[in-house]
């Protein structure tokens, strides 16, 4: 991993880093099932499709190894960034950059820490590492999410954990593309425009399930 | 104009160094950034101080030797021009300005504001350049060159490996003067004979020494003071994509005495 | 006095070079590994040596002040580098293109040696391009052509308005992969002092490494100085502040001769001087005279309501403009060399005709080319160059007249070298703006990038092998030889002497009157009177400053103060050189312009029967010297008085 050219482990990074924001695409779609009022019918049947189908299980695995290396790489590449310049600035940079650009490593580890909690609430519930709460089945994530959601103070940290991760790919989206050489005159500016309300459906979009829930309690 | 400047003082690369602060009076708003720190110069070395050293050389904005850091941006307040291009008109009386080198582990300090840049020429001497010897080219016109793709190599061969790029960038990344010299060539003909080759030895070379990865955030784009784009970082790194990917594999042939 | 010779080759103009390459002597190529060549200088003269020297399988080894190669002032050159490539096919040809180097130069260029510019001029633009340099081109691709001053066919090449920057670079590059081939070394940041002979061969330099302050011996079978000009001597020029004339200076010291040093260029088309700071001064492009007219009111009247700022230069009618030289110089008009437009400017501003605050500056207006070419074409021609202006000025050119002013630009003076590009130290060999070889008393705009390159890449590495052809079983130089060792010792012990605590100014201070003196007395006009004048002037300033200059700091460290005080040193007694040079010309020639030696119309008066020679002093003692000459014969071109009317 370290003898990766610099550009090498930056188009890995973005290559796993596009492929997770499309699984985001395919996970807002899950999750906006929720807001169906059929008591978790479709999203249910969704979920068990996601957890019993083979090709999704390749899948997953994909998906895992994807944000192992996006993670690993992003820590690697940061820690290696912060090293080319060992003596700092006295007077701070202020050239004129997207600001968010140069947090991708805060927001990334907020993101981070949001997933580890992720995991332990749902995915470990799954494979049954950690036990469901009583009253629960382990693959009932319906009653689970309602659960969850069930709590003002989960809820503000799950969007607030989508504001980051939002906030992350304003830039990052764009920035996967210029890291693998899509950059075009004519079509860069789309691409920036994209990226961003793209961002802001994810956060919207995730955000929404657990208001929904919040307000219809 | 009266001015209160932070300037960085380090004796030299093994020194310690810190910020000192001077006042200086009576500056012409016309004059440029460099004649002000003449002025201050001259007033140090008759009072027995030691004057402040800053590389400077063409001061017409061409040859990259000038390399200050201004108030947190290279090369000062303004888009598109070098230190030695800055004029205090475009300070206030009564400014205090804060004047530092460049700051990267590959650019170290040699005195006060002087960096050692050497990095870059290791850099262009890795492959940025065509490989034809003097005698045995063909006639200038043997082969057209699109007036747009030359037109773009002109626009990325401006650099003026001054390393603004570097200093603007918060990991501290070659990649804008890099991008600039791969896209020059790999944009004419002439060139692109070892595109491959050349692209992928740069980049090699400019991990070795230090450099950081680039993050887009763009900043070298917003302080090159020949105005560089971005693109042709992304030009690069579509060079090095396939040139590792479909590149032919370089076979060493023996020669045969 | 002696005559000198230039060994040029006996024959037709035009066959000189072919029989001069057929007879040469070679080195094999083992034994070119053994021999060691230094090149002093990174500009486009010393980096297409070093790359081209390197590539032939010498040891070579290069040097510069500045911190890379790629800074040297070449990088400055803006407008173009000409070649007979005739691609326009309006009549060019090597023949026409040495004819006109050798009438713009005023007769005063030697034949032999502009042929053969002319005739490697077409490869060079070859090479460039193969190197990768972005020359303007045509939409169907192929390259396209600019006019210059003192030419009437199209045959300047460029890369928008940073043509130096780009053969530079290209140079660079060829010089960087041989660096990266082992065959060529870099010395950066290194001051060279002096030049070391042993048995009266140039064998070797001394140093100064500008960081640490080490004084550094470096041998070799040959020395190539490529130093570029020393316009420096006037303080303020559009040379690089680091410009300096050192190495040259102290081959001379060491028995090279100095040839024509009074022979100037003076730039028409600068930015005016602002203001007392000032430290430099900045060319705009004389390619900017292809689409700009020059004019300056005709009446005194509104030179007085210009300055009180009471109308703008776009309000003064036609009928009160005056267009001096398309009124003088019908025939070339805005295009006529540089040194008939800066005597022009100067004649008007004299008169009291001049614009701006100071009264020192003349209007070159794009407002018709602009409504003839449309916005684009001019931004697209002139872009960069109207930014650098409006940086410096704060006025868009676009909207109001640029004001210029000539300045000093080039020096056409410099080490008398042979044919062979070698100087009357044997093995001592002298390029690009440091030789006094091609331009006469005036150099056509676009001709010294074509005459660094072609030094560099077409006719140093043909010469020099005929000399180190009798140097293969010459060992490697000791540098701790007894040679070495004095000369070592000498450049210590001056800048030892050099660095008195005790005086009172700085090294600018005395630059600055040096450049006052020589700018006044040696400028675009000289006369007896005033020459005599600047000697008393500079035997007196160069009295106080052997008394001492305040330089903080030590001698081994990093010393700018120090560096520019040997500079400053060797200016002042190149200055008085330049001076004895003018004295003695006792004719009006090309920059050199006598007001004793002028016709009724004021051009410059030419006395081909007394002054058809090179003036080469040989150094006799700090202030003597002695002149030599180098007849100059013409069989080619018959010798006129230069009319552009
Ligand atoms: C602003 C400007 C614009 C110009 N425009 C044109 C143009 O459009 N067309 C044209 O034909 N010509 C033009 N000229 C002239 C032309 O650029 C120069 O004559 C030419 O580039 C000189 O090249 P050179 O290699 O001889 O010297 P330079 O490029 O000056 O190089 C000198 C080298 O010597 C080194 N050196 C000097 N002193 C020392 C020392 N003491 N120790 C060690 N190294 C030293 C320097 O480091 C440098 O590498 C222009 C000149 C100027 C100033
Ligand atoms: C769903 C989650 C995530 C998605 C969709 C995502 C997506 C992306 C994308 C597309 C990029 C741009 C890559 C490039 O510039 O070439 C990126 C950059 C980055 N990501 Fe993520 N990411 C996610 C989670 C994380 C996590 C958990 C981390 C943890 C550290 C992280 C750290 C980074 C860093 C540091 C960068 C910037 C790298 C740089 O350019 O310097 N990301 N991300
Ligand atoms: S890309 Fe721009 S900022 Fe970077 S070295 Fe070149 S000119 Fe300077
Ligand atoms: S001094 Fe040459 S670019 Fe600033």
């Known amino acids: 991993m370290l003898l990766y050219s610099s550009i090498t482990k930056k188009v890995l990074m973005a290559l796993a880093g596009l492929f997770l924001v499309t699984f985001l695409c395919v996970h807002l779609g899950i999750n906006l099932m929720l807001l169906k009022g059929d008591g978790g019918l479709m999203f249910s049947e969704a979920a068990t499709f996601m957890g019993t189908n083979q090709v999704i299980k390749v899948f997953e695995i994909v998906l895992f190894a994807g944000f192992l290396l996006h993670i690993l790489f992003g820590i690697l590449v940061s820690f290696q960034n912060r090293a080319a310049r060992p003596t700092a600035y006295a007077c701070g940079n202020s050239s004129e950059t997207s600001f968010f650009s140069k947090y991708m490593f805060h927001t990334g580890i907020i993101v981070f820490i949001f997933l580890v909690l992720h995991f332990i609430d749902f995915y470990f519930i799954k494979i049954g590492i950690v036990a469901p709460p009583p009253g629960i089945a382990s693959h009932d994530f319906y009653h689970r999410t309602l659960l969850l959601f069930s709590s003002p103070w989960y809820s503000l940290l799950y969007i607030i954990s989508f504001l980051f991760l939002g906030i992350h790919l304003n830039h990052a989206i764009q920035s996967g593309f210029q890291t693998l050489g899509w950059n075009h005159s004519k079509y860069m500016d789309a691409v920036k425009f994209i990226g961003s309300a793209y961002s802001l459906l994810i956060t919207v979009g995730f955000s929404i399930v657990p208001l929904y829930i919040l307000l219809s309690k | 104009m009266n001015l209160t400047l932070k300037i960085w003082r380090q004796k030299s690369a093994t020194a310690e160094g810190q910020m000192v602060s001077y006042d200086v009076s009576g500056i012409s708003a016309d004059s440029s950034f460099f004649e002000m720190l003449d002025t201050l110069n001259q007033k140090l070395i008759m009072s027995g101080g030691d004057p402040v050293s800053f590389d400077h050389d063409c001061r017409e904005g061409i040859c990259g030797t000038c390399s200050l850091y201004i108030n947190g941006r290279p090369h000062g307040p303004e888009k598109g021009v070098t230190t030695c291009q800055l004029h205090m008109r475009s300070f206030k009386d009564g400014d205090t300005i804060h004047i530092e080198p460049w700051r990267a582990r590959a650019f170290p300090v040699i005195s006060d504001l002087i960096v050692d840049r050497s990095a870059f020429d290791k850099i262009i001497q890795a492959g940025g350049y065509v490989s034809v010897n003097t005698g045995g080219v063909p006639d200038a016109n043997t082969i057209p060159v699109p007036k747009e793709k030359s037109d773009e190599a002109f626009d990325a061969a401006t650099c003026i490996g001054c390393g603004a790029c570097v200093a603007a960038c918060s990991n501290a990344a070659a990649m804008l003067f890099i991008g600039a010299k791969v896209s020059h060539l790999a944009l004419l003909p002439q060139g692109q004979v070892e595109a491959a080759k050349r692209v992928q030895q740069m980049v090699a070379c400019m991990d070795e020494l230090g450099f950081g990865n680039c993050s887009n955030t763009y900043a070298c784009e917003a302080e090159c003071p020949k105005g560089i784009s971005v693109s042709n970082i992304a030009r690069m790194n579509r060079e090095f994509l396939s040139a590792k990917l479909f590149a032919e594999k370089e076979k060493i042939i023996q020669d045969s005495l | ?645």
């Open chain 3, 1 to 645: 006095m002696t005559r000198l010779n230039a060994r040029a080759p006996e024959g037709p103009v035009a066959e000189k070079w072919t029989a001069y390459k057929a007879g040469c002597k070679l080195v094999n190529p083992n034994n070119k590994r053994k021999l060691d060549i230094i090149v002093v200088g990174t500009g486009l003269a010393g980096a297409s040596a070093a790359a081209s020297l390197g590539q032939l399988g010498y040891n070579v080894k290069v040097f510069c002040y500045q911190d890379t190669p790629r800074r040297a002032h070449s990088i400055a050159a803006q407008g173009g580098i000409n070649a007979a490539k005739n691609y326009q096919n309006d009549g060019d040809s090597a023949y026409r293109l040495f004819y006109d180097t050798i009438k713009g130069g005023d007769y005063r260029a030697r034949e032999a040696n502009v042929y053969r510019l002319a005739e490697v001029s077409n490869q060079i633009i070859d090479l460039c391009v193969a190197q990768g340099v972005p020359f303007a081109r045509e939409y169907g691709g192929l390259l396209t052509n600019r006019s210059f001053g003192g030419a009437q066919v199209s045959r300047t090449f460029y890369a928008r308005g940073q043509t130096g920057q780009q053969l530079l670079l290209g140079a660079y590059g060829a010089l960087s992969r041989q660096i990266a081939a082992g065959n060529v070394t870099l010395y950066n940041r290194r001051d060279v002092l002096d030049m070391v002979l042993v048995d009266g061969k140039a064998r070797g330099i001394i140093a100064r490494n500008l960081v640490t302050g080490e004084i550094e011996r470096h041998a070799a079978h040959a020395v190539v100085l490529a130093n570029g000009g020393y316009g420096n001597v006037f303080f303020l020029s559009t040379n690089a502040m680091g410009s300096n004339v050192t190495p040259a200076w102290s081959a001379y010291k060491k028995g090279a001769m100095f040839a024509n040093p009074s022979f100037t260029q003076i730039h028409p088309t600068c930015i005016p001087v602002h203001g007392d700071a000032q430290s430099k001064l900045t060319l705009m492009s004389e390619s900017l005279r292809n689409d700009g007219r020059i004019w300056v009111p005709a009446k005194l009247k509104d030179v007085e309501r210009l300055r009180n700022k009471e109308v703008k230069p776009s309000d003064i009618p036609e009928s009160d403009r005056d267009y001096y030289l398309e009124r003088r110089y019908p025939a070339f008009g805005n295009l006529v060399p540089r040194d008939v437009a800066s005597r022009a400017a100067k004649e008007r501003c004299d008169a009291g005709f001049g614009v701006g605050t100071t009264g020192v500056a003349v209007y070159l207006d794009f407002a018709d080319a602009i409504k003839r070419k449309g916005h684009d074409t001019i931004d697209s021609l002139y872009g960069n160059l109207f930014q650098m202006y409006q940086q410096i000025v704060a006025e868009s050119p676009y909207e109001t007249p640029m004001m210029i002013y000539p300045a000093v630009h080039y020096t056409m003076g410099g080490l008398w070298v042979d044919y062979e590009l070698m100087t009357t130290i044997p093995g001592l060999y002298a390029i690009g703006e440091c030789n006094f070889s091609d331009h006469g008393a005036n150099r056509l705009g676009a001709s010294a990038l074509m005459q660094g390159l072609a030094d560099g890449y077409f006719v140093l590495p043909y010469t020099i092998g005929n000399y180190l052809a009798a140097e293969i079983h010459t060992p490697r130089f000791d540098p701790a030889s007894s040679e070495f060792n004095t000369a070592a010792q000498a450049v210590t012990d001056r800048l030892k002497s050099i660095k008195n605590t005790g005086a009172k100014e700085s090294v600018d201070h005395f630059h600055r009157r040096l450049g006052k003196i020589m700018w006044e007395y040696c400028g675009m006009a000289r006369n007896e009177a005033g020459l005599n004048e600047a000697l008393y002037l500079i035997a007196e300033l160069r009295g106080e400053y052997a008394r001492g200059v305040k330089i903080p700091g030590g001698v081994n460290e990093y010393n700018p103060e120090l560096e520019k005080a040997c500079r400053v040193a060797d200016f002042i007694d190149l200055g008085e050189l330049m001076v004895r040079d003018a004295l003695q010309r006792s004719e009006s020639c090309g920059g050199h312009f006598r007001e004793e030696y002028q016709t009724s119309e004021g051009e410059a008066l030419r006395n081909d029967d007394e002054f058809a020679f090179v003036g080469a002093w040989e150094y006799k003692g700090r202030d003597a010297a002695q002149l030599h000459r180098e007849e100059l014969q013409f069989k080619e071109i018959k010798l006129s008085q230069r009319s552009y009317k």
